[in-house]
């Protein structure tokens, strides 16, 4: 079955420590996209990339970093610059970058500080 | 400037009667809308959209939303509660490439 798979599903950070979220999709979707998600708000967009080796600031990168050098696979990388890690994080993936296009969430990873 | 507001932060219903989680937008354009629903440490499954086609727009496990645009509103109903649609669900917005605008959620509470 075609999806998105999100590894690990929880995942502690040390103080100052950069970690790594994976997020692979075999839905040959060209767009895909990071959120954070807070108890009580809504998705908030880290980053996304509408193709291959191309990705762009979202509304709260600061603290983030992505590459894209595969077309399924978008890694998130915490790093220690961001001060308030603890969330929910979900990668998403869309057939192309067009707003009228539905999103397909993975599970989840959730992050949490050690 | 697009924002979408749902109304109530939680519903309570009974098993077998009518759901309805309200959901009002503003948008500069001709908005495309999706109500997701997301259970317990899951991702965001889609429900149903609407992208300017009917108005009644018929989603999964039995859901439907209304496109009124004179009331700037797109509310999720369903005639009749079932234990499994206990979980949050999120109305969302976009009228732009990737600018999608996520309502803060409406968890629905069903009593047996």
């Known amino acids: 079955d075609g999806g998105i798979t999100q590894s690990p599903k929880y995942l502690f950070r040390k103080e100052g420590q950069n970690v790594t979220l994976s997020c692979e999709q075999n839905?040959?979707?060209?767009?895909m996209y990071w959120y954070r998600q807070d108890p009580g708000q809504g998705l908030r967009l880290i980053y996304y990339?509408?193709?291959?080796?191309?990705?762009q600031k979202g509304d709260i990168a600061e603290g983030y970093s992505v590459s894209r050098e595969k077309k399924e696979s978008f890694p998130l990388t915490v790093t220690s610059a961001q001060k308030n890690p603890t969330a929910f994080y979900l990668c998403a993936s869309s057939r192309t970058g067009g707003g009228e296009q539905p999103q397909h969430f993975g599970d989840g990873t959730r992050l949490s500080i050690l | 400037a697009q924002s979408v507001t749902q109304l109530d932060s939680h519903v309570s219903v009974s098993e077998g009667t009518p759901v309805l989680l309200r959901c009002n937008y503003s948008?500069?354009?001709?908005?495309?809308l999706f109500w997701y629903v997301q259970h317990p440490n899951k991702g965001l499954q889609l429900l149903l959209k609407y992208t300017s086609a009917a108005t009644l727009v018929k989603g999964i496990n039995g859901f439907e939303a209304e496109f009124k645009k004179s009331e700037t509103s797109f509310h999720l109903m369903k005639p009749s509660a079932h234990m499994s649609d206990a979980a949050e669900y999120f109305c969302?917005?976009?009228?732009?490439?990737?600018?999608?605008?996520f309502g803060t959620g409406t968890r629905l509470t069903v009593i047996p």
């Open positions: 990339s509408q193709i291959v080796n191309d990705f």
């Open positions: 969302v917005v976009t009228e732009r490439q990737n600018n999608l605008f």
């Open positions: 948008s500069s354009y001709s908005p495309s």
């Open positions: 839905l040959n979707h060209d767009a």
